[in-house]
């Protein structure tokens, strides 16, 4: 445990933290969240959408929005139950039958129409990712970047859904191989990523020739229904993409898309136990799944890093999304000969923050998305300094900001077997915990029932290359901490889920592989 003075001094120079001062808090002005101010009002949808027409709830229940930042309301979305859901997917297993026919050309042209439209709107996306999730408006408007690049990705792939020809073991026969839209997929998406996850999901699928019920988060719909406007003006026929927006009825809604014999895909970004509840759903089916569970990502900075490099790759990993993204770093092990200076340079940089309103351009990191993040954060602070873990920056809810906030947090000498390092914390706290030895490292790196992503930092090629293959995870990021792109398999192994999205396996997950032998020749 390095719980020594040294280290103390090391990571609070003169005047870096002074009791009772919040540095990073800036003085905001706070826009009035309900009313966005768009360019274009009309993609700021109220309502479901089944069959290509924005409908209200059968019974007219709508839920609040909340803008985190303010807690003020946005609007009051439609909240749909499962007679709507079974007709949204009734209405897109009929639209299956035409849209499975159309060519990957004919596809391809009404994505990049869509893609188009998503960069044109890119400011007005940007506003409403912002108001409802929080994020600052240059990181909402990279995340729209990002979700548009799915739907290019996707228009390339959808004109290239090769099949195969395999040479036959036996004279009179032909084998080939063609790929098939598998039919109606139910797509349920996060609010961490209001929009990128539709992206990331929605284009695939449309681009394989399935048609889609979507449930949006209830947190963040706005940002799906204005996205499926911008996909019905690029020229997708009714009923091949259907939102079922709901809150009351969340468990009804989530089992009717798992069990509804029309659904043949299910795809889901969440949680780890809503993935295996999911499952289990699906299992009544035998329903191709993929899942997008939860991470608990190491971040290694071993003796031999350029450790301000490092210090980069944890910022941009550990507080991308003010900490709620499932690729984050939750525990940062670091070597213990550069522990200290790693820490300083860590801890001044994250007191320099501005956490604040995402429309207020100083702002760098926004809000938590509700109370109950707020409640776990602090959960992981308290009990990691009830096991000698000292704070070297923040550690408690803001003061003197009206909506989700929490100070951005680095702790040191942080046990590595406290609650930080055993449960994803979803939130702004970098979790110092220092090792001795790579073997140590590795142990404490896998020792976990999940596996998204992983990342270190180490200038050793060897080292690089022996690292990358030990960790048990889908995706490691070796001296670098950003790793998402829409070109790259994205996923996890253990129970971090099951299946590849974006990159050239994403397109597989909508479809399924037919062979036909051809005999009589
Ligand atoms: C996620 O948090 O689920 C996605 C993060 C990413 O795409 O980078």
Redesign the pocket.
């Known amino acids: 445990m390095l719980r020594s003075p040294a280290l103390r001094v090391a990571v609070r120079p003169q005047g870096f933290l002074k009791p009772g001062r919040n540095t990073w808090l800036s003085v905001m002005t706070y826009a009035t969240a309900a009313k966005i101010n768009l360019k274009d009002a009309g993609l700021l949808k109220h309502q479901g959408f089944i069959g290509g027409k924005w409908i209200d709830a059968k019974d007219k229940a709508t839920f609040s929005v909340l803008n985190p930042a303010t807690k003020e309301e946005i609007g009051a979305v439609s909240d749909m139950g499962l007679e709507e859901t079974k007709e949204a997917i009734v209405v897109a297993g009929e639209a299956f039958k035409s849209w499975s026919k159309t060519t990957g050309k004919h596809r391809h042209d009404i994505l990049m129409k869509f893609f188009k439209l998503m960069m044109d709107n890119a400011d007005d996306l940007a506003m409403i990712i912002t108001a409802e999730n929080g994020k600052p408006l240059a990181e909402a408007k990279g995340e729209n970047a990002?979700s548009a690049s799915f739907v290019e990705w996707f228009a390339e792939e959808a004109v290239r859904t090769y099949g195969e020809v395999i040479p036959s073991a036996m004279m009179n026969l032909r084998n080939v191989v063609v790929k098939q839209p598998v039919g109606v997929v139910s797509l349920l998406t996060?609010w961490?990523?209001p929009s990128?996850?539709i992206g990331?999901k929605l284009a695939p699928a449309l681009a394989a020739g399935c048609t889609a019920v979507i449930k949006p988060p209830a947190e963040t719909p706005y940002s799906t229904l204005a996205l499926v406007e911008l996909a019905q003006r690029a020229g997708i026929p009714d009923g091949v993409i259907n939102v079922v927006p709901t809150h009351a009825h969340l468990k009804d809604v989530g089992r009717e898309m798992c069990e509804s014999k029309i659904v043949k895909k299910i795809s889901f970004?969440g949680s780890t136990p809503i993935a295996k509840l999911l499952m289990s759903q699906a299992a009544s089916t035998l329903k191709k799944v993929s899942f997008?569970a939860g991470g608990n990502a190491p971040f290694i900075v071993f003796d031999d890093a350029d450790v301000e490099a490092a210090v980069e790759g944890a910022i941009a990993s550990k507080f991308r999304g003010t900490g709620q993204?499932?690729?984050c770093a939750n525990r940062i092990y670091v070597h213990s000969s550069v522990y200290a200076d790693f820490a300083s340079r860590l801890a001044q940089k994250v007191d320099a923050f501005k956490i604040g309103n995402g429309m207020d351009k100083e702002t760098t990191h926004g809000p938590l998305i509700h109370e109950r993040a707020i409640e776990k954060v602090q959960r992981h602070v308290d009990d990691a300094v009830s096991r000698g873990a000292s704070i070297l920056v923040g550690g408690k809810k803001a003061e003197g900001l009206p909506g989700f906030f929490y100070e951005p947090t680095v702790l040191c000498d942080v046990d590595p077997h406290a609650e930080v390092t055993d449960e994803e914390t979803f939130g702004p706290v970098a979790a110092l915990i220092k090792f001795e030895t790579e073997e140590e490292v590795i142990r404490m790196a896998n020792d976990t029932d999940v596996g998204l992503a992983g990342y270190f930092y180490s200038r050793d090629i060897g080292r690089v290359w022996r690292v990358a293959e030990a960790l048990q995870v889908g995706m490691v990021g070796a001296n670098t901490g950003l790793i998402?792109q829409a070109v790259i398999p994205?996923g996890g192994i253990k129970e971090s889920g099951l299946g590849r999205e974006g990159g050239p396996h994403g397109i597989d997950e909508y479809m399924n592989t037919k062979f036909i032998a051809f005999g009589g020749l």
Do not use: L
Request: proline letters at 7%; glycine letters at 0%; aromatic letters at 22%.
């Open positions: 990002y996060p961490n990523f990128a996850m990331r970004t997008e993204t499932c690729v998402s994205f």
